[in-house]
């Protein structure tokens, strides 16, 4: 059976960078109502820097806690109490807990339209949101249809070449690069490039972002050849209009550094990942998911070069950062585990690995549900293991699962 590597996805893709603006901006949070203890402002400040510093587990009982407080409101602010439970959906979003997550949605939604109209901004953050919690859950035709929806509503409010369209091309465009679809995804990053450097010049650093994110299409798509340029470009215009410890510098460093440790040069590789790994530590502090990330690919190019001394430390840092801000059960948390235990496996130590393949497919099926794609890998991680143990029948049994599994979501 042939190993593979399957680097960390914080978001899915989580080298790719674009953020739509205005999670923070929307009208709802703007209003300093009384809560008769805090207001929603001041809620919204902790909640804000808690999520800006990814501390979501902290961040959401404030969150549940603001929700309580204004349902007892005697006039309560229906776009307030939507902007809450919008709130409420990324960070269940955040921490993996999906199921949680869809209801907080499309609660939102429901108050939004009632409120503002189908066609009103708010509605299409909400629903752009809706679709990226399905792009998680790889229900690919539930997110492109709010995808698109989403990218209507910012065409018609704000015309063909506001940010916010870009950022819904950039979303889309993403979606069709998980599905290997990568000549539907390609016209829309340039498009997206073709935006912002019309509404915001050659070298801001969206457009930095936006050659980041080409190039990490590039590096998927197998063309090699047009991956380093892009990556080098965006680097020069964040240089010339960033600090250089921007945390946007330390994602196109980290990208850059997976491309050449995957292409083995990891001579040149090594010295990306180390200052990546020091920007992220730097600007987000030592237990954010990115450094978790950082962790995690310096401590596979670690094993790949046989420096399992340096590699073990990491990967179990990583897994730690994980746990500790993204709860036990999320599936970064299961590619943390799986990660460890193919460095165990890499070591002979098949034993070691076992509990932790096991606990990473327990915590897919029960986040992810038992027919999603990444149950299908981990079942394949795990006929490895038993394979590599010499308990043929039971690999096979267990690779029998997984292709079956992976069959059936094909469809006829």
């Known amino acids: 059976m042939m190993r593979f590597r399957k ?8 080298g790719t ?5 205005g999670l923070w901006a929307g009208p709802g949070w703007a209003e300093d109502r009384s809560t008769g203890e805090e207001t929603v402002q001041e809620f919204n400040s902790k909640i804000k820097a808690l999520y800006q510093e990814g501390r979501y587990s902290e961040a959401l009982p404030v969150a549940q806690k603001l929700m309580r407080l204004e349902a007892r409101l ?28 869809e209801p907080m949605y499309k609660r939102a939604l429901q108050m939004q339209e009632s409120v503002r109209g189908p066609d009103h901004p708010d509605v299409a953050m909400t629903v752009n949101s809706l679709a990226l919690l399905y792009f998680h859950l790889q229900r690919y035709k539930d997110s492109e ?44 990053y340039q498009r997206v490039l073709k935006i912002l450097k019309k509404t915001r010049g050659p070298n801001d650093p969206n457009v930095a972002a936006a050659l980041n994110n080409l190039a990490l299409l590039y590096q998927h798509a197998q063309r090699p050849d047009s991956v380093e340029p892009l990556y080098q470009k965006a680097l020069r215009i964040y240089e010339q209009s960033l600090q250089p410890d921007h945390p946007n ?38 237990n954010h998911p990115y450094v978790a990330h950082s ?21 179990r840092r990583a897994l730690q950062i994980r746990e500790g801000i993204l709860g036990p059960e ?16 890499d070591l002979g130590q098949e034993e070691k690995a076992k509990p932790l393949w096991e606990r990473s497919l327990n915590i897919r099926k029960k986040v992810q549900g038992p027919e999603h794609p990444d149950v299908v890998q981990t079942l394949k991680g795990m006929a490895e293991l038993y394979h590599d143990a010499g308990r043929t029948e039971v690999a096979n049994n267990l690779y029998y699962t997984a292709m079956s599994l992976q069959n059936k979501s094909r469809g006829p």
């Open 7 to 14: 680097f960390s996805n914080l978001v899915s893709f989580s």
């Open 17 to 21: 960078i674009f953020l739509l603006a």
């Open 74 to 101: 005697s006039s309560p602010d229906d776009s307030q109490r939507a902007a809450t439970l919008f709130l409420l959906g990324e960070l269940n979003r955040k921490l993996g807990r999906y199921l949680e997550a």
């Open 145 to 188: 249809t709010l995808y698109y929806r989403s990218l209507k509503i910012w065409e018609k409010v704000h015309g063909p070449d506001h940010l916010n369209v870009a950022a819904a091309l950039n979303n889309l465009a993403r979606l069709y690069e998980a599905q290997k679809e990568y000549d539907k995804a390609k016209p829309l």
């Open 249 to 286: 510098v330390a994602t196109t460093l980290n990208n850059l550094g997976e491309f050449y440790l995957v292409k083995g040069e990891f001579f040149k590789a090594e010295p990306l990942l180390l200052r990546a790994l020091e920007i992220r530590e730097k600007n987000l502090g030592p």
């Open 295 to 315: 962790l995690d690919t310096l401590a596979n190019l670690y094993k790949d070069i046989g420096r399992f001394d340096r590699a073990e430390p990491l990967f």
């Open 330 to 345: 999320h599936p970064d948390v299961a590619h943390s585990l799986e990660g460890l235990a193919r460095y165990y496996m």
